[in-house]
């Protein structure tokens, strides 16, 4: 049986920090999640990480959005 002290230990275990992270929600018509999901599922990322990564990859200066 393993002591308290070992079962802390891998509890501590897992994957590196992302940083810190902010929650960004908002309803997208279905076929667009829809697709966003299987991009994700092809890529073997979560949504978030793909979300994530297409952010990143935004030129914020050059798109133009009419609001």
């Known amino acids: 049986m393993e002591s308290e002290t070992q ?8 994957r590196p920090s992302k ?3 902010k929650l960004v929600k908002g309803e997208v ?3 667009y999640a829809q697709r966003f999901k299987q ?3 092809r890529r073997g990322m979560s ?3 793909l979300l ?3 952010l990143a990859n935004v ?8 609001a």
């Not at 079962?7 to 897992?14: C, L, N, P, Y």
């Not at 030129?59 to 009419?66: C, G, K």
């Open 29 to 31: 018509p279905v076929p």
């Open 59 to 66: 030129d914020w200066e050059a798109m133009s959005l009419s």
């Open 39 to 41: 991009e994700a599922e």
């Open 52 to 54: 994530a990564a297409i």
């Open 19 to 21: 940083g810190p992270r």
């Open 47 to 49: 949504q978030a990480d």
């Open 7 to 14: 079962i802390k230990g891998k509890a501590k275990m897992g």
